[in-house]
């Protein structure tokens, strides 16, 4: 086999079925939510947002995380337990350019305001989940959520498929192409400030992600007439290892869970919303914890969102950092190849944290172990 076939042997295989644009649906103003967008399966409860009580997701400053030592050390234990207690924190100071992060807004809106024509250029195909359509959709008779997104793997950039990424429209090419190596940069800093919190061995998680892969979920979710019937995007974990997160405009819609909760996410002006995911929890062997979080929709404004996700290298392997596992903390779960587990995360439903749960190691008898 040539080096080139086994290069193109090696990209992932990730696929979902093809489904209607939910934005071109909620163009015809209609008053009855089709029965497949219906979810009479999802607890539309939450926190009341008018409340001055609402617990806010914590805020780490990044800057002072990289630069003086007394105040790193103290910013350092907050992002430790954010990432413990929360799985979720705001990031300021981050040091991404705001006009790099503002053209992103304007242009990914553009690009969802495309006509069908161009759109239908950039759909998925039935052996891909690239490009625009719904993630996740395995059966004909599964509920779709009130929502599309573009999804589209940016790094390593010989995974980029040759009709989406290259052919992307001028200018919103070349921002996406800063943007992505600003996330990339983001990502690996701030993994190498969670390997410092857990006091890691030196340089394991820039080895594990420095070449690792990265995808982006644009998301556009349109109004809808009904709202209380639908869900803009199901409750999940994030099943990568750090996903960033910006939002579009000032609409609101992100919800975590917490504490059987569903808490309301405010995100502070010139901030991301970052993440931890399962891949995370699985080699912080628990420590860190990702947590399940939704989108909801209004009736009023549609909300955009990009969230960027990074991964392990698609030819590593993931379980709990040997720096982690001791007698007192055996390993919670088990070793799997990258390659192997989004095999397995797109050929299922998003439901939760099943997926970890799948990953996890099985107690036996109170003493002894086993994997499933």
């Not at 990031?91 to 304007?106: A, C, D, I």
Request: charged share 25%.
């Amino acid at each position: 086999m040539s080096g080139k076939a086994m290069e193109e042997a090696a990209k992932p295989k990730w696929n979902s079925l093809i489904v209607p644009s939910v934005q071109e649906l909620a163009k015809k103003e209609i008053t009855e939510i089709p029965d497949r967008y219906i979810r009479p399966d999802q607890q539309q409860e939450i926190i009341v947002s008018e409340s001055d009580d609402l617990p806010e997701i914590p805020v780490i400053d990044m800057q002072r995380l990289i630069t003086e030592e007394s105040a790193s050390s103290e910013e350092l234990a907050k992002l430790h337990l954010a990432c413990k207690n929360w799985g979720f924190f705001q990031l300021v100071n981050h040091g991404v350019g705001s006009r790099l992060v503002e053209k992103m807004k304007e242009e990914t809106h553009e690009f969802f305001n495309l006509g069908m024509s161009e759109k239908n250029k950039f759909w998925q195909r039935e052996d891909d989940v690239e490009g625009f359509g719904q993630a996740f959709v395995v059966s004909e008779d599964q509920k779709l959520d009130w929502g599309d997104l573009f999804f589209i793997n940016t790094l390593p950039v010989h995974l980029r498929k040759p009709h989406l990424f290259p052919q992307l429209p001028l200018p919103f090419r070349e921002t996406l192409e800063l943007y992505s190596a600003e996330m990339k940069n983001l990502a690996v800093a701030i993994m190498e400030q969670m390997e410092k919190a857990l006091k890691m061995e030196s340089m394991e998680m820039r080895e594990l992600f420095k070449e690792g892969m990265q995808s982006m979920r644009m998301n556009y979710y349109p109004p809808c007439p009904q709202p209380h019937k639908v869900i803009g995007l199901t409750p999940h974990s994030d099943a990568v290892g750090l996903t960033i997160l910006l939002q579009l405009n000032e609409v609101e819609g992100l919800q975590i869970r917490k504490d059987g909760m569903w808490v309301p996410v405010r995100p502070l002006p010139n901030a991301f919303v970052l993440n931890i995911g399962d891949i995370l929890e699985i080699i912080t062997n628990g420590t860190y914890r990702s947590i399940e979080h939704r989108a909801m929709v209004n009736s009023e404004r549609e909300r955009l969102s990009i969230a960027t996700f990074y991964s392990p290298r698609y030819d590593a392997e993931i379980g709990p950092s040997p720096s982690l596992v001791t007698d007192h903390t055996p390993p919670k779960f088990k070793r799997i190849g990258v390659d192997e587990y989004f095999r397995g995360l797109f050929s299922r439903e998003l439901q939760g944290k099943s997926y970890l749960e799948a990953m996890r190691i099985q107690q036996c008898n109170g003493n002894e172990e086993k994997t499933e």
